[in-house]
């Protein structure tokens, strides 16, 4: 990995010329991998659905993701760490039993109440919410059942 201005010391860390700090940096390591799919990996800020990748660089629809019948689109009304009823608007009315959110590595997104009102209104049974490694098996285990599912997820923090 190669950053400017920062010399590789070694595979995990950096050093930035002129400073006195070393920028520790976490390995980019898979938090989720399952060949089967439709979700086959998830590590920090980069999905691969069906073979694609999507991800904070710019690959595919971007880190923040939705998925409905099947189909990957981003999640784009995501914005700050709390989920509110207008970013829902990709999943409503989708005729969908349950919904998975993936609330982040580190569970960092929040759902409000009138958000978690909303989607229990519109009528869907079931509302999952788990840090999004855990959140893309739930994903899958769920389509693998038949159940009607959407998936929302956060691709970092």
């Known amino acids: 990995m190669s950053h400017p201005g920062v010399s590789d010391y070694n595979q995990d860390t950096f050093i930035i010329p002129g400073s006195h700090w070393e920028i520790v940096m976490e390995k980019r390591c898979a938090m989720f991998e399952d060949s089967k799919g439709p979700i086959e990996s998830f590590e920090w800020g980069r999905f691969t659905i ?3 990748n999507h991800s904070m660089e710019g ?3 971007g880190k923040d993701i939705c998925i409905l019948n099947g189909e990957v689109r981003a999640w ?3 914005n700050g760490h709390t989920v509110k009823p207008h970013m829902l608007g990709l999943v409503l ?3 969908v039993d349950v919904l998975v959110i993936g609330n982040g590595v580190y569970g960092k997104l929040k ?3 009138a958000a978690r009102k909303v989607i229990r209104e519109d009528g869907i049974e079931q509302l999952i919410i788990e840090e999004t490694p855990d959140a893309c098996a739930t994903y899958n285990r769920l389509v693998r059942e ?3 599912v959407a998936f929302l997820a956060h691709g970092t923090c």
């Open 93 to 95: 009315r989708a005729d």
């Open 146 to 148: 038949g159940k009607r």
């Open 76 to 78: 784009a009304a995501r």
């Open 50 to 52: 069906h073979g694609e």
């Open 111 to 113: 759902i409000t109440q």
């Open 59 to 61: 690959e595919g629809v």
